[in-house]
């Protein structure tokens, strides 16, 4: 089992380190995954992403202070919410549509009043 955690963890940091280049990918949520496979996976692999600048970068800031920068924030809510929306519109099960809008509407509170800004 822990040699799927470690692969999972490479594989999302990787698409994490993607996310950093290209805007339209998220690297938080990718890093954050990265960070648990790691942990349970191998302690020797944790210890190494958290010594990196990615890491360092993207993620030390929420994961010791439950912070956030204020760009940050409205990427991830600006992009989570085109996603949630175009699911959405997508969807033709209403009870689907309305649990998809009241995700989205959680997911604002949580990133406005318990994630502090910097």
């Given amino acids: 089992m822990k040699y799927i955690y470690i692969i999972i963890g490479f594989t999302t940091l990787a698409i994490g380190g993607i996310g950093v280049v290209l805007p339209v990918l998220p690297t938080t949520p990718f890093l954050l995954l990265s960070s648990l496979c790691f ?44 996603m949630i929306m175009f699911s959405i519109f997508i969807v033709d099960i209403i009870y689907l549509k309305i649990m998809l809008l009241c995700i989205d509407l959680f997911k604002y509170y949580y990133f406005v009043f318990k994630i502090k800004t910097i």
């Avoid at 992403?49 to 030390?60: A, I, M, S, V």
């Fill in 39 to 82: 942990a349970k996976g191998s302690d020797r692999f944790h210890n190494w992403f958290l010594n990196t600048k990615l890491y360092k970068n993207n993620l030390e800031d929420f994961v010791k202070n439950r912070e956030m920068k204020l760009k940050t924030k409205i990427y991830l809510m600006c992009l989570s919410s085109v």
